[in-house]
């Protein structure tokens, strides 16, 4: 099956990029997404990208895709201290309905 | 708009015992999901729901049941309490599976089995 994989943790200081990554296994992977999770609260849906992008631009955040390598990555602009929190890939499979294969999860500090 | 609501939001139960988790939303969504969150380690999907009267597993349904009467409604019930499900419990629904159909999920039920 599919397997996600991220680094633990991430530590920058605040007004630098932030820069998360992850790599996936299963090449049919047609949704990408990625999550935001604050202490004590579920997760929250930042942005996503189509299989067929390379690049998605909102706001602050970028996502770059390398289907070729299976690497997908989030890069966060002018980081904040409000950005600190727990950031998840997630991949969705052709014909998996709607299921998700999520990441371990990438805990951003963000340092003054 | 309440979105996905779950209940209780910490539980402290003994081995043994058993329990419901519930979930409710009230975006008419037709699918609805079950995740526990462990320590260090992503989402693992335990049941789903592809609408009322239609469950299937995931990939950690041992040691769980779910029913699905109702759009709206998506209970797990735990049956004889092990240390192993110590665990963060999110619910999550979706309108559908076809397309971009973001997941949206609840703040989650913090449970101890001790």
């Known amino acids: 099956g599919e397997d996600v994989e991220q680094s633990l943790f991430l530590s920058v200081r605040e007004g630098d990029s932030s820069v998360i990554n992850c790599t996936y296994t299963d090449s049919s992977s047609t949704y990408l997404y990625w999550y935001k999770q604050e202490p004590g609260a579920g997760l929250q849906l930042l942005t996503y990208?189509?299989?067929?992008?390379d690049m998605k631009q909102d706001q602050r955040l970028t996502v770059l895709l390398n289907k070729k390598d299976k690497h997908l990555s989030l890069r966060i602009a002018d980081t904040q201290t409000g950005d600190s929190a727990i950031y998840f890939c997630a991949t969705r499979l052709t014909g998996g309905g709607n299921k998700l294969t999520f990441g371990t999860g990438t805990q951003l500090k963000v340092e003054l | 708009n309440a979105g996905v609501t779950q209940t209780p939001k910490f539980r402290i139960l003994k081995i043994g015992q058993s329990m419901t988790l519930q979930c409710t939303q009230d975006?008419?969504?037709?699918?609805m999901y079950w995740y526990r969150q462990d320590p260090g380690m992503g989402l693992k999907l335990i049941y789903y729901?592809?609408?009322?009267?239609?469950?299937d597993k995931g990939e950690v349904p041992n040691g769980y049941n779910v029913s699905r009467s109702t759009t709206e409604d998506f209970p797990l019930r735990l049956e004889l309490a092990a240390p192993s499900q110590t665990s963060v419990y999110f619910c999550?629904?979706?309108?559908?599976?076809?397309?971009?159909?973001?997941?949206?999920f609840g703040d989650g039920t913090r449970l101890s089995i001790l």
């Open positions: 975006m008419n969504h037709n699918y």
């Open positions: 999550a629904s979706s309108y559908s599976g076809g397309g971009h159909q973001p997941q949206h």
């Open positions: 729901s592809v609408g009322a009267g239609i469950t």
């Open positions: 990208i189509f299989s067929n992008m």
